[in-house]
């Protein structure tokens, strides 16, 4: 074999190797920012279907309301049942990224398996209403990437729990960048952005995502307070569905 073939093998070689490679990432991309987002917002939407049937609700959670919104004293909250694991047992909605996080499912667990259909809750963490840190986990990026847009997330703006009973409205006080291992995002912190003087209760609800979007490098953590609780039958006032 002359040196002019084997350079001419080489150069095949290195080009099908390339050529391979560029379709196994296309694949891979492909699979990030739309199968993915496809398989999970299918999974979303049948679990959010069986959790309103559960409830005996409209599969239609944003119908206009005839009753005038009217808040409940905490006192009025009967106890909720703590969650079993990967139970979708809550719905989520932040009218600034509405058509992002809109009913949302809220599952028990932060594991790839609940992650990749909603919103996943921290096991450890307190339950909508309770006493504590109610934390909870979404993907940025692909599978259903519901915080996708947390950066447009302002101090003030309103967070949305639906339980089979109540709404709970939080509102976001405080956002922080920090590392993976910084636990203690999801404890009972009694930061002074909160506003929350040392006798009143502690009741905040935590969201975290992964900073920057395509990477896991850190996270992005907003802090919110719980302003108000309604009846199921009088939802808050914010509860309109935002414009597609």
């Not at 956002?175 to 636990?183: F, G, L």
């Amino acid at each position: 074999m002359t040196s002019r073939s084997r350079k001419s093998k080489l150069f095949r070689f290195i080009g099908s190797m390339c050529i391979g490679g560029a379709v196994f990432f296309a694949g891979v991309i492909i699979n990030r920012l739309w199968i993915s987002n496809y398989f999970s917002d299918r999974a979303a939407e049948k679990a959010r279907e069986e959790l309103l049937e559960s409830w005996n609700r409209p599969s239609q959670t944003t119908v206009p309301f005839s009753s005038p919104a009217s808040t409940i004293a905490p006192g009025e909250i009967g106890p909720i049942n703590a969650p079993t694991i990967q139970e979708a047992f809550a719905l989520l909605y932040i009218p600034r990224i509405g058509n992002d996080v809109w009913a949302t499912p809220i599952f028990e667990g932060v594991q790839s398996k609940q992650l990749n259909s909603g919103i996943g809750h921290y096991p450890q963490s307190q339950i909508p209403g309770e006493e504590g840190n109610f934390s909870l986990f979404g993907h940025r990026n692909s599978y259903g990437q519901p915080l996708i847009n947390i950066q447009k997330l302002q101090v003030d703006d309103e967070v949305i729990v639906e339980t089979k009973d109540f709404w709970f409205v939080y509102i976001l006080k405080h956002d922080k960048i920090v590392r993976p291992s910084a636990t203690w995002v999801t404890g009972v912190n009694r930061l002074p952005e909160l506003g929350l003087a040392t006798n009143e209760p502690f009741k905040v609800i935590t969201l975290i995502t992964c900073e920057p979007r395509h990477s896991t490098e850190k996270r992005w953590v907003w802090w919110g307070v719980l302003k108000a609780v309604y009846p199921h039958a009088t939802p808050p006032p914010a509860l309109v569905k935002p414009n597609d």
